[in-house]
C-alpha cells in the first residue's frame, strides 16, 4: 500500500497492492497497522454504500459536530470525488482535491474530519463505500453549496448534475458554518 498526500496534505490518496492471477485478484482495503504506518491514525466505526447514476453530485457534506472522517473507496465504475478544506484555522481553508477513484485503479481516498465531501459520477453507475470516523448525526449534517464560485469545484459534468433538494439548497463558503 502506498499513501500519498495530496495538494491538501491532510487528504491521503491510497493506492492498493494488488495480487492478479487466473482467478482474480486480492487486495487489502484496509488495514490499520499499515494505514497508521502511512499517517492515518483513525478509528471507523460506520460503514456506508450507496448507488448512484451518471451525472449524480452528492456533496458537499459535513457535520460540525461529531465530525466523519471518511475513507472512500469505489467498488463499481468510475467517480471524482472531491475534499474541501473547512477549517477556518488551516492555510488549506476553503481550497478544495480531485481525485479519481474507479473500480479499474482501486484507489481510495481519506478524507479527515474538518473537510467536506462530495463526488460525482462519470461512470453509467457507481457504487461508492465508505467507511467513517463517527456515526451519521443528521442534526449536525451540513451541506457547502456544491457549484459555490469562491471554490471554484471543477465538476466534471456535462450540463445540469443531479442533485437531491439538500444539496441544490447547499449554503455557500460565506454563509455555511465552518470548523474553527
Not at 472512500?72 to 481550497?95: C, K, Q, Y
Not at 465531501?117 to 449534517?141: L, R
Request: aromatic residues 12%; glycine residues 8%.
Amino acid at each position: 500500500m502506498k499513501f500519498q498526500r495530496t495538494e491538501l496534505p491532510d487528504v491521503v490518496l491510497i493506492e492498493p497492492t494488488i495480487f492478479r492471477d487466473d482467478r482474480g485478484f486480492f487486495m487489502e482495503t484496509y488495514h490499520r497497522q499499515r494505514f497508521v504506518e502511512g499517517g492515518i491514525d483513525a478509528v471507523f466505526v460506520q460503514d456506508n454504500l450507496s448507488r448512484s447514476t451518471r451525472g449524480t453530485v452528492r456533496g458537499l457534506h459535513f457535520q460540525i459536530q461529531q465530525a466523519q472522517g471518511k475513507l472512500v473507496h469505489v467498488l463499481a465504475g468510475e467517480i471524482f470525488d472531491v475534499a474541501v478544506d473547512l477549517r477556518r484555522s488551516s492555510a488549506t481553508f476553503g481550497r478544495w482535491v480531485g481525485v479519481t477513484l474507479s473500480e479499474d485503479n482501486r484507489r481510495a481516498v481519506y478524507i479527515p474530519p474538518g473537510f467536506a465531501h462530495g463526488f460525482c459520477v462519470v461512470s453509467e453507475t457507481a457504487d461508492v463505500f465508505y467507511k467513517c470516523t463517527d456515526f451519521y448525526a443528521p442534526q449536525h449534517e451540513r451541506t457547502l453549496l456544491w457549484n459555490d464560485p469562491a471554490v471554484g469545484v471543477d465538476w466534471p459534468v456535462p450540463g445540469e448534475p443531479i442533485l437531491s433538494e439538500k444539496d441544490r439548497h447547499g449554503q455557500p463558503l460565506s454563509d455555511v458554518e465552518c470548523y474553527s
